[in-house]
């Protein structure tokens, strides 16, 4: 009896440490890609080029900007008269000091990625004019300005590495 016991144990074991490995191979297939993050949040999200933007400004003096990237980003260049909430806290923020549900939103971010992940959740929180911009790479690339405590910028060249780009060691020693 006792064998057969553990005969069982080890079959079940062995059985287990199997199904572990396979689990983890199948897990990986079920995560998406940077392009698959992306194109998800992009979906269903309207976008304007900086000709739209620049009509949607000189149009609506009450036109609120609003600049998600982090603190960093927004210091070192943002657009003229943006207000800078950090994604993850645009929605609690909003919820408390903007009651206007009709209020002309822009959202932007680097590239538009960020930018159209809080356009959603502004529309999802009963706002109703809120669009996306294409993102202030594209405004800079263009030739226009961009605003930080020194006053105005032009931008000769453009980063290459950003938060899709920027090379990650997540194994790093921890000791």
Not at 77 to 88: F, I, P, S, V
Request: proline content about 2%; charged content about 30%; overall charge positive.
């Amino acid at each position: 009896m006792k064998k057969f016991f553990f005969i069982l144990t080890f079959a079940n074991l062995c059985m287990f440490a199997y199904s572990q490995t396979n689990n983890d191979t199948d897990t990986t297939k079920n995560l998406k890609t940077i392009k698959e993050v992306i194109e998800d949040s992009r979906e269903g999200v309207e976008f304007i080029d900086n000709t739209e933007l620049i009509k949607c400004i000189n149009a609506n003096p009450k036109l609120i900007l609003l600049d998600v990237r982090n603190k960093e980003e927004y210091d070192a260049g943002h657009l003229k008269g943006a207000t800078w909430l950090e994604r993850g806290l645009v929605e609690y923020t909003m919820a408390r000091t903007l009651r206007e549900p009709d209020a002309e939103i822009i959202v932007y971010c680097a590239k538009g990625n960020r930018s159209a992940q809080v356009v959603k959740a502004l529309k999802n929180m009963g706002y109703k004019n809120v669009k996306s911009h294409i993102g202030l790479e594209k405004w800079a690339e263009e030739g226009h300005s961009i605003y930080n405590y020194l006053g105005e910028i032009k931008v000769v060249k453009l980063r290459e590495v950003n938060s899709a780009t920027n090379p990650i060691n997540y194994y790093q020693d921890k000791k």
